[in-house]
């Protein structure tokens, strides 16, 4: 069984720039979450999907960033225009139960690493 | 507001040292403490938890008990080897929450 898998795996662009991060869970995994880890900082959750619809987005910074699971399955992460602050790594993780239910396990992908120069 | 602190790394052992990576939240109620753990070039992945007080999570030689009374919940191995090499995370989750609130990762590499 195919994990969560992101792309790209590192991405590096200038301040004003857009990019977009890409997230395909686990198949069957109606939950998808994103989280950030700036450097030096914790990991810190962004916005949680259920299906394609947003349960939770209280921990996306701004409006410069736009999510979408357009279907339900893959989720998108835009980073429109990206700022220095923007720069981290991404993780995106998934679950068939909801982290409050059973194991709270997540299975998270590798990471999408960040560079805004 | 919620938060996990973890002892600051990187920590470097010598194969079958005894391994403690500290661990301490703060947060109201009666959170789940979990450990994450992420090797060289793949995504974290869980690798105990604990989900009341006195509750003692283990795997892979790992183990952490649920101390609520000093709010900690400290990763422990008897005897590390080189594949334990990886950077270890501590965090919580609230009920009724969706949200892991993570401490900062705790690097850990053990030598030969």
């Known amino acids: 069984e195919a994990g969560v898998t992101q792309f790209p795996s590192h991405s590096v662009i200038e301040k004003g720039q857009t990019v977009t991060l890409r997230c395909d869970p686990i198949s069957g995994h109606d939950n998808l979450y994103w989280y950030r880890r700036v450097m030096g900082k914790e990991i810190k959750f962004l916005l949680h999907f259920v299906k394609e619809s947003k349960q939770d987005e209280s921990g996306m910074p701004n409006n410069r960033f736009l999510a979408e699971r357009t279907g339900g399955t893959y989720s998108t992460l835009k980073v429109q225009p990206a700022e220095l602050e923007d720069s981290g790594v991404y993780f995106c993780?998934?679950?068939?139960?909801?982290?409050?239910?059973?194991?709270?396990?997540?299975?998270f992908g590798e990471g999408s690493r960040l560079t805004v120069l | 507001g919620n938060s996990v602190t973890q002892m600051e790394g990187p920590v470097t052992l010598s194969e079958e040292a005894f391994l403690t990576i500290n661990c301490t939240y703060t947060?109201?109620?009666?959170?789940?403490l979990f450990w994450y753990v992420q090797y060289p070039g793949e995504g974290l992945q869980l690798l105990l938890k604990a989900t009341k007080a006195d509750d003692k999570g283990s795997n892979k030689g790992f183990e952490a008990t649920y101390r609520k009374e000093t709010t900690s919940f400290h990763l422990e191995k008897g005897s590390v080897q080189v594949s334990d090499s990886a950077v270890y995370f501590c965090?919580?989750?609230?009920?009724?929450?969706?949200?892991?609130?993570f401490g900062k990762g705790t690097k850990l590499t053990v030598n030969p």
């Open positions: 993780a998934s679950s068939q139960d909801r982290t409050g239910a059973n194991t709270g396990e997540l299975f």
């Open positions: 965090a919580l989750k609230k009920g009724g929450s969706e949200k892991l609130v």
């Open positions: 947060a109201t109620g009666y959170p789940s």
